[in-house]
DNA sequence: GTCTATAAAGCGATAGAC
DNA sequence: GTCTATCGCTTTATAGAC
């Protein structure tokens, strides 16, 4: 059934390391093209709505991975095995301090009034998730929260900083450093 | 010697603005037309480099700020007075959690390029300044400077969450729980 | 389904009048 | 020192050939 080089599904990826690479704003549909291989029909032959149909498609493949890595297991599974998978996928998604949150990155500037609920709803089920097995161990409803908080934000800070001083390892001293807070 | 409506100096915190708001790419010229009322002519006459020497001028007097008002205070005043009024500091200077961090901002697509030593000197003088006045705290050097990470990660982490949440009452949250942390 | 050509608008930057 | 007009280029998006 591949009856192109590319399906549409293949170049999510690429697009989202277009939008990484370069923001929303500076994604041009040239830098887009060179980085996918698409050319502008397939590319509005794919994503009628151009640009901003990309980005939608980049934040809902963003949203289902942490949906089925992250939320689901700190919901189902134990919930210290959740943490321990939480820490690990987290540390593979972002490439160990290599790549930083799209998610995170839209939020900061105007981009973010484009896709505020997926924004908003990214960060607030990572963060309920995260409480609610910190409850399930025993944490008090106000600490699990605010632990939960702390947590996702250590995150989003960590790979701030590791980009900003060039310094992935800083990353991942962070995730170890989690581990042991919530160990 | 006011001269023109509007001085070089004060045109930079409102080019500031234009580029938390637009973000580097996204801070055309009309828009920074419109947020500053000075026309092209005015812009190219104060920052001859364009954009970029707009941009530079911006994160020289963040720098200054910060420095006056964090770097310099933590590395001098007794610790304890240095790093309460850091979380004082930075309160002020975020707005709460209604403002960006635009140097935080500028690292994370390829605009950090552009201006890679000034981000990260901004963050790396911040860190070494609040690890050596935790280490006059007492702290042995390897704590005090995993503790300092923690902290102004913790600070840019809560920037973004609280932005992408629209809750900037996280922010002020964090930083009364970093404040206990440090206390 | 993908290409090239093209449209219309916007971009950063410059020139020259005032 | 600030304005308007304009340059040359790039932008997103569309149209039409194949």
Chains 1, 2 share one sequence.
């Not at 991975?65 to 919901?75: D, I, K, S």
Request: with cysteine; proline share 3%.
């Amino acid at each position: 059934m591949a009856r192109t080089l590319l399906e549409r599904a293949d170049a999510i990826p690429l697009l989202g390391e277009a939008f990484r690479t370069w923001g929303f704003e500076g994604a041009s549909l040239a830098r887009i093209t060179e980085k996918t291989g698409l050319g502008k029909g397939s590319l509005y032959n794919f994503f009628p709505g151009g640009k901003e149909e990309m980005a939608e498609a980049v934040l809902a493949e963003i949203d289902g991975w942490f949906e089925t890595h992250v939320f689901t297991p700190l919901a189902t599974a134990e919930p210290k095995a959740g943490i321990t998978g939480m820490l690990a996928a987290t540390g593979d998604y972002f490439r160990s301090g290599n790549r930083i949150c799209l998610v995170g990155a839209f939020a900061l500037d105007e981009t973010r009034s484009r896709f505020a609920i997926a924004i908003n709803s990214y960060f607030s089920r990572w963060i309920n998730a995260l409480a609610g097995a910190l409850e399930r161990r025993g944490h008090a409803r106000p600490e699990a929260t605010a632990l939960a908080e702390d947590v996702v934000l250590a995150i989003q800070g960590a790979l701030v900083l590791a980009r900003a001083t060039d310094d992935p390892a800083l990353f991942q001293r962070t995730l170890a450093r989690l581990a042991q807070r919530l160990g």
